[in-house]
């Protein structure tokens, strides 16, 4: 077992092989991790937040539910989850991102470059677009279907275990969102636990 601290408005980037598995862990609470992951052995096949979606045709995506990749293949297995609420729908954050809602974007720590310049490092092209899944962020759609972003529901400790069902490199980014509710308005680190099959 391994254990990583991956300190607020940074990104880490983890090799598992298939059956190993890795713990996001909110160590202070209402914080969001960025995860993302690519297929080890063809960085062509990656994780798709839309396959998962339209694959579990739900939103929800918690315990027992399956990642899927851009090609439909099974890619991580949740088996723990203690707060069963993640985001699918939104676009890791960008400098463009800050500079739409908040005009400050040039220098801006962000999900999108976090996690680039993570895989690169193992060998992993980069990404024009990078939408991840959000562990822990608190988005809703009303009945108008508008979007609602609260603050996060994890509690301090509080952890989301997936297991991996093939070989993968897999990034997590600590958000750097500071300004809006995403984060409750404070940009704190996440704990990593890799473990083995
Ligand atoms: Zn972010």
């Not at 890795?22 to 690519?38: H, L, M, S």
């Not at 798709?48 to 027992?64: H, M, P």
């Not at 997590?172 to 809006?180: H, K």
């Amino acid at each position: 077992m391994k254990e990583y601290i991956i300190e607020k408005q940074t990104g880490r980037a983890f090799e598992l092989k298939k059956g190993e598995s890795i713990t996001v862990i909110d160590i202070e609470g209402k914080q969001v991790a960025d995860f993302f992951a690519v297929n080890a052995n063809n960085h062509n096949e990656f994780f798709s937040a839309g396959v998962t979606v339209d694959c579990k045709e739900s939103l929800l995506i918690t315990k027992d539910d399956i990642l899927y990749t851009n090609l439909y293949q099974a890619m991580f297995t949740i088996t723990q989850d203690d707060v069963g609420v993640h985001d699918m729908m939104i676009p890791c954050c960008r400098p463009e991102t800050y500079d739409h809602f908040y005009n400050n974007g040039e220098g801006h720590s962000n999900c999108f470059d976090n996690i680039n310049q993570n895989l690169q490092e193992l060998g992993v092209p980069h990404f024009n677009t990078l939408q991840p899944m959000n562990l822990f962020m608190n988005t809703s759609i009303t009945s108008e279907k508008t979007i609602v972003i609260d603050p996060p529901l994890s509690k301090p400790g509080d952890r989301i275990t997936l297991k991996a069902e093939m070989d993968a490199i897999v990034c997590i980014s600590a958000c750097s969102v500071s300004e809006g509710s995403c984060n409750n308005w404070e940009c704190k680190p996440v704990k990593v636990i890799i473990e083995g099959a």
